[in-house]
Protein backbone atom coordinates (compact mmCIF):
# COMPACT_ATOMS: atom_id res chain seq x y z
CA UNK A 1 0.00 0.00 0.00
CA UNK A 2 1.29 3.65 -0.90
CA UNK A 3 2.61 5.68 1.90
CA UNK A 4 2.27 9.52 1.98
CA UNK A 5 5.60 10.33 0.53
CA UNK A 6 4.03 8.14 -2.98
CA UNK A 7 0.98 10.33 -3.03
CA UNK A 8 1.19 13.59 -1.37
CA UNK A 9 1.82 16.74 -3.00
CA UNK A 10 5.73 18.20 -2.86
CA UNK A 11 6.66 21.71 -2.04
CA UNK A 12 2.95 22.65 -1.11
CA UNK A 13 1.47 25.68 -1.84
CA UNK A 14 1.37 27.79 1.56
CA UNK A 15 -0.06 31.11 2.61
CA UNK A 16 0.85 33.20 5.72
CA UNK A 17 -1.55 34.13 9.06
CA UNK A 18 -1.38 37.70 7.67
CA UNK A 19 -3.22 36.64 3.99
CA UNK A 20 -6.34 38.38 3.63
CA UNK A 21 -9.35 36.44 3.48
CA UNK A 22 -10.42 37.89 -0.25
CA UNK A 23 -6.22 37.53 -1.11
CA UNK A 24 -6.52 33.44 -0.35
CA UNK A 25 -9.98 33.14 -1.70
CA UNK A 26 -8.33 34.34 -5.40
CA UNK A 27 -5.55 32.22 -4.92
CA UNK A 28 -7.57 28.99 -4.47
CA UNK A 29 -9.99 29.85 -7.14
CA UNK A 30 -6.92 30.52 -9.73
CA UNK A 31 -4.93 27.52 -8.71
CA UNK A 32 -8.03 25.24 -8.19
CA UNK A 33 -6.05 24.46 -4.92
CA UNK A 34 -9.28 23.00 -2.01
CA UNK A 35 -6.56 24.66 1.01
CA UNK A 36 -2.87 25.62 1.76
CA UNK A 37 -1.27 25.06 4.66
CA UNK A 38 -0.46 27.83 6.94
CA UNK A 39 3.79 28.87 7.72
CA UNK A 40 4.06 31.79 10.43
CA UNK A 41 7.68 33.69 9.50
CA UNK A 42 9.97 31.30 10.55
CA UNK A 43 8.40 28.55 8.44
CA UNK A 44 6.40 26.82 11.18
CA UNK A 45 3.21 25.35 10.62
CA UNK A 46 0.50 27.09 12.63
CA UNK A 47 -2.66 26.22 10.73
CA UNK A 48 -4.34 24.53 7.76
CA UNK A 49 -6.95 26.96 5.93
CA UNK A 50 -9.44 25.34 3.35
CA UNK A 51 -12.32 26.51 1.08
CA UNK A 52 -14.66 25.12 3.66
CA UNK A 53 -13.62 28.10 6.01
CA UNK A 54 -14.31 30.30 3.57
CA UNK A 55 -17.58 28.77 2.31
CA UNK A 56 -18.16 29.02 6.22
CA UNK A 57 -18.37 32.44 6.39
CA UNK A 58 -21.46 32.90 4.38
CA UNK A 59 -23.43 30.41 6.61
CA UNK A 60 -26.36 31.51 9.12
CA UNK A 61 -25.38 32.79 12.32
CA UNK A 62 -26.35 29.48 14.62
CA UNK A 63 -27.85 31.57 17.40
CA UNK A 64 -28.43 29.30 21.25
CA UNK A 65 -31.94 28.46 21.84
CA UNK A 66 -32.76 30.77 24.76
CA UNK A 67 -35.52 30.59 27.72
CA UNK A 68 -37.23 33.12 30.09
CA UNK A 69 -37.01 32.84 33.81
CA UNK A 70 -38.46 35.98 35.73
CA UNK A 71 -37.25 38.74 33.29
CA UNK A 72 -33.93 36.68 32.91
CA UNK A 73 -32.48 35.47 28.99
CA UNK A 74 -30.85 31.98 29.90
CA UNK A 75 -28.87 30.52 27.06
CA UNK A 76 -29.48 27.02 26.61
CA UNK A 77 -25.52 26.01 24.94
CA UNK A 78 -22.44 28.38 25.24
CA UNK A 79 -22.48 32.25 24.18
CA UNK A 80 -18.87 31.17 23.83
CA UNK A 81 -19.58 29.38 20.50
CA UNK A 82 -21.39 32.38 18.99
CA UNK A 83 -18.52 34.51 19.75
CA UNK A 84 -16.45 32.08 18.12
CA UNK A 85 -18.36 31.68 14.58
CA UNK A 86 -18.53 35.45 14.68
CA UNK A 87 -15.25 35.74 14.54
CA UNK A 88 -14.49 32.78 11.91
CA UNK A 89 -17.50 34.18 9.81
CA UNK A 90 -16.21 38.18 9.93
CA UNK A 91 -12.47 36.87 9.58
CA UNK A 92 -10.69 39.53 7.57
CA UNK A 93 -7.29 37.54 7.36
CA UNK A 94 -6.62 33.67 7.38
CA UNK A 95 -5.66 33.91 10.97
CA UNK A 96 -8.83 34.52 11.67
CA UNK A 97 -10.67 31.34 9.50
CA UNK A 98 -7.88 28.54 9.78
CA UNK A 99 -8.05 25.79 11.92
CA UNK A 100 -4.79 25.58 14.41
CA UNK A 101 -3.09 23.10 15.42
CA UNK A 102 -3.86 20.78 12.62
CA UNK A 103 -3.40 16.94 12.35
CA UNK A 104 -0.65 15.59 10.36
CA UNK A 105 1.02 12.95 9.24
CA UNK A 106 4.83 11.94 8.21
CA UNK A 107 5.67 10.67 5.02
CA UNK A 108 5.80 7.24 6.31
CA UNK A 109 2.11 7.52 7.12
CA UNK A 110 0.47 4.86 4.96
CA UNK A 111 -2.82 5.94 2.23
CA UNK A 112 -5.19 3.83 4.48
CA UNK A 113 -3.84 5.46 8.15
CA UNK A 114 -4.50 9.02 6.06
CA UNK A 115 -8.12 7.82 4.81
CA UNK A 116 -9.24 6.93 8.08
CA UNK A 117 -8.28 10.51 9.62
CA UNK A 118 -9.92 12.43 6.60
CA UNK A 119 -12.69 10.19 6.71
CA UNK A 120 -13.33 10.25 10.50
CA UNK A 121 -11.78 13.47 11.45
CA UNK A 122 -13.42 15.59 8.33
CA UNK A 123 -10.32 16.48 6.99
CA UNK A 124 -9.81 17.27 3.19
CA UNK A 125 -5.79 18.27 3.50
CA UNK A 126 -3.09 16.84 5.99
CA UNK A 127 0.23 18.23 6.22
CA UNK A 128 3.19 16.06 5.57
CA UNK A 129 6.06 16.45 8.30
CA UNK A 130 9.68 15.28 8.08
CA UNK A 131 10.41 16.48 12.16
CA UNK A 132 9.26 20.37 12.29
CA UNK A 133 9.77 21.10 8.61
CA UNK A 134 6.74 20.77 6.12
CA UNK A 135 7.37 18.41 2.97
CA UNK A 136 4.22 18.09 0.89
CA UNK A 137 0.42 17.96 1.47
CA UNK A 138 -2.24 15.13 1.10
CA UNK A 139 -5.34 16.42 0.00
CA UNK A 140 -8.82 14.24 -0.97
CA UNK A 141 -7.99 14.09 -4.66
CA UNK A 142 -4.47 12.75 -4.10
CA UNK A 143 -6.15 9.97 -2.16
CA UNK A 144 -9.00 9.13 -5.24
CA UNK A 145 -6.12 9.53 -8.06
CA UNK A 146 -4.25 6.71 -6.49
CA UNK A 147 -7.53 4.48 -6.12
CA UNK A 148 -8.06 5.17 -9.57
CA UNK A 149 -4.38 4.49 -10.48
CA UNK A 150 -4.51 1.00 -7.75
CA UNK A 151 -7.77 0.07 -9.74
CA UNK A 152 -6.33 0.61 -13.68
CA UNK A 153 -3.64 -2.15 -12.41
Known amino acids: MPNASDIMTKDPFTVSPQTSVRDLALLLAEKNYSGAPVLDQDGKLVGVVTSSD ?3 QRKKL ?8 FDAIIPLGGLHEVDEQMEKMLG ?3 ADIMSPNPVT ?5 SMEDIATIMTEGHKHMI ?9 GVVDRWDVLRTIVREEKE
Open 54 to 56: LIY
Open 62 to 69: HMPTVFTL
Open 92 to 94: RNV
Open 105 to 109: VTEQT
Open 127 to 135: PVMRGDKLV
